[in-house]
């Protein structure tokens, strides 16, 4: 399957080093008094790295107000991939990101939402919308649509049609990622539950558009991170096929 290599490619293509904030870019503090005035002046960002003679060795937690030194369970590599990223950033909320010799920036999980991280979950889930739209397009006549959509659905997909008027080629033409997992799911060529699906519609949307993010607070991460999983295991059984 094609996009699962011109996937794979993409996903090793972009790493932490292209999204992280460079050091010389950090608002940090010299130690845990000038942390805490800092991090009052600065209401946006939750951690304050420290800075000493020897280069990053600690951080202020604003939430907790504690100063925490810098260890290996908060250090990823600068080589790691976007979509290994995200499993990283389940499970912490920010890492410092190790380069050769040193600490060479620091990544958030606001970070997720660059626009190299959506343009990495755009190819991704424009392969899995392909694979699952493939897997029924022998299906999708108009009655099947019918059966297989919400009424409402089916009308707002029927409607779009008729007003492209000689433009419309077919009515799978105007379904969504949703509407074909769904299909999918309902045909039985694609496993995937309605949350997961509401989950990867999201994640569409938030890859698709310049004003919407992929993860507007923490809780998102877990989700994109499960969309992530899924996506890629639909891609890898689509290459076994």
């Known amino acids: 399957m094609a996009t699962s290599e011109n996937l794979k490619r993409l996903a090793t293509a972009f790493t932490v080093r292209d999204i992280m904030v460079k050091t010389r870019d950090l608002v940090c503090a010299t130690d845990q008094s000038e942390a805490v005035y800092v991090s009052k002046s600065n209401l946006d960002f939750s951690f304050i790295p420290i800075r000493s003679a020897n280069g990053f ?11 925490s030194p810098i260890g290996v369970q908060d250090l990823v590599s600068d080589g790691t991939g976007i979509l290994d990223l995200v499993e990283v950033l389940e499970h912490r909320e920010f890492a410092f990101v190790q380069g050769m010799r040193q600490i060479d920036g620091y990544v ?129 059984s689509a290459e076994g096929n």
């Open 57 to 67: 060795s600690a951080y202020f937690c604003r939430d907790s107000e504690q100063v």
């Open 108 to 236: 958030h999980f606001s970070d997720l939402n660059s626009p190299l991280v959506k343009l990495t979950f755009y190819m991704l889930l424009e392969g899995v919308e392909r694979f699952a739209l493939e897997s029924v397009k022998p299906r999708l006549t108009e009655d099947y649509l019918k059966a297989g959509l919400s009424a409402s659905r089916f009308e707002q997909v029927r409607r779009s049609y008729t007003r492209a008027g000689d433009a419309g080629q077919s009515l799978a033409n105007y379904l969504n990622i949703a509407d074909t997992l769904t299909l999918a799911h309902r045909a039985g060529t694609l496993k995937v539950d309605e949350s997961m699906i509401q989950a990867v519609r999201r994640a569409r949307n938030g890859a698709a558009h310049v004003s919407e993010n992929l993860v507007s607070d923490y809780g998102d991460v877990k989700k994109l991170a499960q969309v992530k999983t899924q996506c890629l295991q639909v891609l890898r």
